[in-house]
């Protein structure tokens, strides 16, 4: 009876479903490879967004900041303010009835500063008294 199976030939449908099998193997893998890159994909994007919501935050605080800044500015450097701070705090005024010009010339090997209150000085004196000699 053993001799009558070896005569006949292995059926066509046997050797097809052992391919299909493998088919079916790396198609399993694949889905399943598929599925777990979804996921990856999925936890970069909300990675990316949280990180996103997070600059947009900042820019944000930046941006209120920077507008706080200068309007800070614009009142530190308004022109009443500064008449204001150099009359009572540094005694400045406007009168012009008392002041001194002090005109400062290059020397070739001395600096010469010249005095407008006292023109009748000599450069020479006015140069030792600037270097103090």
Do not use: C
């Not at 193997?25 to 909300?46: D, G, M, P, T």
């Not at 500015?73 to 204001?84: D, F, G, S, V």
């Not at 290059?106 to 004196?125: A, F, I, S, T």
């Amino acid at each position: 009876m053993l001799n009558t199976f070896k005569n006949f030939s292995k059926p066509t449908h046997l050797i097809m479903n052992k391919w299909r099998g493998l088919f079916l193997f790396i198609l399993l893998v694949f889905v399943i490879a598929s599925l777990i890159a979804i996921s990856l994909v999925q936890h970069q994007v909300r990675s990316l967004e949280s990180q996103y919501y997070q600059a947009l935050k900042q820019a944000l605080k930046a941006n209120e900041e920077w507008g706080r800044l200068r309007l800070e500015k614009e009142h530190l450097t308004a022109p009443a303010r500064i008449e204001y701070i150099a009359k009572t705090k540094l005694n400045m005024t406007l009168d012009k009835s008392n002041y001194q010009v002090i005109y400062v010339t290059k020397h070739p090997l001395k600096y010469l500063v010249e005095h407008q209150d006292d023109p009748e000085r000599k450069p020479q004196e006015k140069i030792e008294e600037t270097l103090g000699e």
